[in-house]
């Protein structure tokens, strides 16, 4: 059985964007894959986090992660800070990952910018996310598109491991979809709608009631035209909305702009709203049993346990390679 690893930061509270381009295919995914579904909460304190604030993305990721189909069954579901191999691994990487390629990534020069002080840990960031893919080798790695750089990273300090202290780490591959790797920001096509955005209109939350949904669609922007037509050229916003659409639907491009044709956009997005509340409405009702039943605390140190059983060998002969002496 083929293996996938893969994370999201408890860094806000997740955005469609985040289901459409990650939580969705994890779910799939651990039908056909042994599966690790880390929560990053080590990388979600890169940037400042007020430890209530941290505390509640970091429960509601858990629950979400749970209320989306992932189960605790089929997949090991575990708090990154919680297995203490992954900070461990995080400290070796970060001495073999070069200046030169961190200083490369796109995600820390756009969250970097403008700032006048920026931690040290924004910086090393990619060397942690390595560390916690190499100690599971994972065949695969599933994100959307934004992370492909520090995937392509992790396989490049992966293999410079490989080459000084002989072949430990399986080299994994990024999985990205291709559609809807990518959502765009419902008030702006230009940037990925993303949970630390300062503005809600931006986003459709995971938990947002289906009257903020209805009213977040309807103000979405689009072109100047009528046509519903996917052409993520020349209608960027009327593209990013088709490709929420055919994610929380089963019609494809062609069936929705024949369904659209000659209405203009009230129709569509009427009905685009509609789609987005049938498909988040369930996950937000499980999410509530899930909270009252209290059971994700157990979930949590159950998927711990397992994985720090699977990282634990992997850290140790990693350091035992380097000339650490193992007590
Ligand atoms: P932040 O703004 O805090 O960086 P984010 O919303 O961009 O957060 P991440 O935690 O960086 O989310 O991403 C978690 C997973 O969700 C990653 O695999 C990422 O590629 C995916 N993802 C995030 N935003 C989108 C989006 N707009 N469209 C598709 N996939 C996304
Ligand atoms: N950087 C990722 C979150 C993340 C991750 C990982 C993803 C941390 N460790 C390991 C895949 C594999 C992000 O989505 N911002």
Redesign the pocket.
């Known amino acids: 059985m083929k293996k996938v690893l ?1 994370g ?2 408890t ?2 509270r997740l ?1 469609l ?2 289901y ?3 939580i969705k295919n994890f779910v799939e995914l651990q039908e056909t894959h042994e599966s690790y579904y880390m929560l990053a909460d080590l990388h979600a304190i890169t940037v400042q986090q007020e430890p209530a604030a941290l505390r509640s993305y970091i429960e509601e990721v858990a629950l979400l992660y749970v209320a989306s189909g992932l189960d605790p069954d089929r997949s090991t579901i575990f708090l990154q800070s919680s297995v203490p191999s992954h900070a461990e691994m995080g400290w070796l990487l970060t001495t073999i990952a070069y200046l030169g390629e961190l200083e490369r990534m796109t995600q820390f020069k756009d969250k970097s910018f403008g700032k006048e002080s920026v931690g040290a840990g924004l910086f090393t960031y990619p060397a942690l996310q390595a560390a916690d893919i190499l100690l599971y080798n994972p065949d695969l790695v599933p ?5 492909k750089q520090h995937v392509e990273l992790t396989r490049d300090i992966g293999h410079r491991f490989n080459t000084r202290y002989g072949e430990l780490f399986t080299l994994p591959e990024p999985l990205i979809q291709k559609t ?4 765009m920001s419902l008030d702006d096509a230009s940037k ?5 955005s300062p503005t809600p209109a931006s986003y459709i939350l995971m938990l947002d009631p289906p009257e903020v949904i209805r009213k977040k669609v309807s103000r979405a922007v689009t072109d100047s035209g009528r046509e519903v037509k996917y052409d993520p050229a020349t209608k960027p916003e009327i593209s990013n909305l088709m490709t929420i659409y055919t994610h929380c639907s089963n019609l494809t491009f062609a069936e929705i702009e024949a369904k659209y044709e000659g209405q203009g956009y009230g129709n569509f997005k009427k009905d685009l709203a509609e789609v987005i509340v049938a498909t988040l409405l369930p996950i937000q009702q499980r999410y509530e049993e899930l909270r009252s039943s209290g059971s994700i605390y157990d979930i949590l140190r159950k998927g711990a346990k397992e994985a720090e059983a699977v990282a634990r060998p992997v850290l140790l002969e990693a350091k035992k390679r380097m000339g650490f002496i193992n007590l």
């Open positions: 893969s999201i930061q860094s806000g955005t964007g985040n459409i381009g990650a994100i959307g598109e934004d992370q809807g790797a990518r959502i990925k709608m993303s949970k630390s």
